[in-house]
Nanobody, 126 residues
């Protein structure tokens, strides 16, 4: 019913910036909740950021708070993650996720999101 495709990943030096995009297609009109997760080699998938339908409600993991900004452009069916002051520990595959529910009990739990993109690699060199 919906497809998500991430882009914008790459190699960047510590302290640099990247902007990730997630293009949505299919039945996108009721995707109220969206988020970004990441998974580093040998680690479990972890929560990065969450955003509601209007874009006014946002939540961030403590590890990225103040450095990352999640946003969405519903007219363009696109989700964004602006990443500033990148650190080597930010290196991971980044995934966008979406769900039709307006309220998600635990936004940091990957199991709460029904739809996922294929991921885009972000590598931060020291």
């Amino acid at each position: 019913q919906v497809q998500l495709v991430e882009s914008g990943g790459g190699l960047v030096q510590a302290g640099g910036s990247l902007r990730l995009s997630c293009a949505l297609s299919g039945r996108t009109n009721r995707l109220y909740a969206m988020g970004w997760f990441r998974q580093a080699p040998g680690k479990e998938r972890e929560f990065v950021a969450h955003i509601g339908l209007s874009g006014s409600s946002t939540y961030y993991a403590d590890s990225v708070k103040g450095r990352f900004t999640i946003s969405r452009d519903n007219a363009k069916n696109t989700l964004y993650l602006q990443m500033n002051s990148l650190k080597p520990e930010d290196t991971a595959v980044y995934y966008c996720a979406a769900d039709y529910r307006a309220f998600i009990p635990t936004i940091s739990d990957p199991a709460e999101y029904q739809y996922w993109g294929q991921g885009t690699q972000v590598t931060v060199s020291s």
